[in-house]
């Protein structure tokens, strides 16, 4: 079973860089069925897709975030990433880093989340 | 972007009740529809994918129904494991987007 652990800072100031990684256990990154993938969650509010990335590094972006999102994947170590630029306090939030399974009917969900890490945008 | 609209937004019942929470998308999504489980302090969980199917190890008495853009969620004779926030999710089209979630309270 897939096991994904965040790491990263819990504060950034606002205007700087937040920069998440995510590393997979149980499973390769290289996994054809698989896509890799960042959601968010304010404190006490909803759900909020980010973006995903597949092995070969195609990338797939909110258009609300796009701009300042960048979504990395390292095969080598089993490792993807998130960097946001330019960020304020709005996006303090829960980050979970989740596979997005492409199964053999052709649906697509989140199966596998990550615990999350809270990171806090405040100077 | 597809907006995706639950409701109730909360919702109390008692322990054996049996509980549905409705999940409407602002466009047709066929049945590219998913749930999750939320409980205070934890990642969201799948229960069930593609408008029905349940995902492995999650309850029976869990079950989802609808097409195009109305979905339903089910939840027959409620254990005070199943107190938590329920959200849906189309994975239709991107942006992938969720509903706001309905909060089951025990009452």
């Known amino acids: 079973q897939l096991q994904l652990q965040e790491s990263g800072p819990g504060m950034v100031k606002p205007s700087e860089t937040l920069s998440l990684t995510c590393t997979v256990s149980g499973g390769s990154i290289s996994s054809t069925n698989h896509y890799w993938g960042w959601i968010r969650q304010p404190p006490g509010k909803g759900l909020e897709w980010i973006g995903h990335?597949?092995?070969?590094?195609?990338?797939y972006h909110n258009p609300s975030l796009k701009s300042r999102v960048t979504i990395s994947v390292d095969t080598s170590k089993n490792q993807f990433s998130l960097k946001m630029s330019s960020v304020t306090a709005a996006d303090t939030a829960v980050y979970y880093c989740v596979p997005y399974y492409y199964d053999s009917s052709g649906y697509y969900y989140f199966d596998y989340w990550g615990q999350g890490t809270l990171v806090t945008v405040s100077s | 972007d597809i907006q995706m609209t639950q409701s109730p937004s909360s919702l109390s019942a008692s322990v054996g009740d049996g509980v549905t929470i409705t999940c409407r998308a602002s466009q047709t999504i066929t049945n590219y529809l998913n749930w999750y489980q939320q409980k205070p302090g934890k990642a969201p969980k799948l229960l069930i994918y593609a408008t029905s199917n349940l995902q492995s190890g999650v309850p029976s008495r869990f079950s989802g129904s609808g097409s195009g853009s109305d979905f339903t969620l089910t939840v027959s004779s409620l254990q005070p494991e199943d107190f938590a926030t329920y959200y849906c999710q189309q994975s239709y089209s991107d942006p992938y987007t969720f509903g706001q979630g309905t909060k089951l309270e025990i009452k």
């Open positions: 990335i597949y092995y070969s590094g195609s990338t």
